[in-house]
T-cell receptor
Framework: DQQVKQNSPSLSVQEGRISILNCDYT??????FLWYKKYPAEGPTFLIS?????DKNEDGRFTVFLNKSAKHLSLHIVPSQPGDSAVYFC??????????????FGSGTQLTVLP | NAGVTQTPKFQVLKTGQSMTLQCAQD?????MYWYRQDPGMGLRLIYY???????DKGEVPNGYNVSRLNKREFSLRLESAAPSQTSVYFC?????????????FGPGTRLTVL
């Protein structure tokens, strides 16, 4: 049972336009959400995160929106640049009694920004 | 700082062979993790170590063992490799504490089991 779902395997947008990547989750215990970006033959790199007590977090061209009632989050990239072309993973975690944070990942969305 | 390093980068094994994947981090993080990534799927947690001296199973631990050698190093062992273990393996580390959820990943090891 996939607890974190990214239903769009791929997305293409024109350079300069907005990219919107979506993610849905089913576990209401998740209280922290992250987006990672991955280039081929490299490890994922952290992009932006949001706590469940917020509904928006912004960092430069990247904004993450969280709709807790819908169990949905989205990543907006404005303006999109060719260097943003990568696979984007949504991940979620829940507060645990231990110090390690287990992340549950979605299957990823391949973003292609066309020049 | 090198961050998280993994060796080897590539490995081909025959069914039944054993091997150890090495991971080291130089960020003084307490927690370390092993994930595998398969085509069309996200990363799945194999094992993790909350702190030196402790290890716990993740989502897909069968067929693997781990050792937290010291605070810097966390190894993943395949005792008897199977074709189903063909995957890309990522090691990650993170600081501990409330609100600190970001994990830093290594470059990965691409393993093929024939």
């Amino acid at each position: 049972d996939q607890q974190v779902k990214q239903n769009s395997p791929s997305l293409s947008v024109q350079e300069g336009r907005i990219s919107i990547l979506n993610c849905d989750y089913t576990n209401s215990m998740f209280d922290y959400f992250l987006w990672y970006k991955k280039y081929p033959a490299e490890g994922p790199t952290f992009l932006i995160s949001i706590s469940s007590i917020k509904d928006k977090n912004e960092d430069g061209r990247f904004t993450v929106f969280l709709n807790k009632s819908a169990k949905h989050l989205s990543l907006h990239i404005v303006p999109s640049q060719p260097g943003d072309s990568a696979v984007y993973f949504c991940a979620a975690s829940k507060t645990s009694s231990g110090s390690a944070r287990q992340l549950t990942f979605g299957s990823g969305t391949q973003l292609t920004v066309l020049p | 700082n090198a961050g998280v390093t993994q060796t080897p980068k590539f490995q081909v094994l025959k069914t039944g062979q054993s091997m150890t994947l090495q991971c080291a981090q130089d960020m003084n993080h307490n927690s370390m993790y092993w994930y595998r990534q398969d085509p069309g799927m996200g990363l799945r947690l194999i094992y993790y170590s909350a702190s030196e001296g402790t290890t716990d199973k993740g989502e897909v631990p069968n067929g693997y063992n781990v050792s937290r050698l010291n605070k810097r190093e966390f190894s993943l062992r395949l005792e008897s490799a199977a074709p189903s273990q063909t995957s890309v393996y990522f090691c990650a580390s993170s600081e501990a504490g409330v609100g600190l959820h970001e994990q830093f990943f290594g470059p990965g090891t691409r393993l093929t089991v024939l």
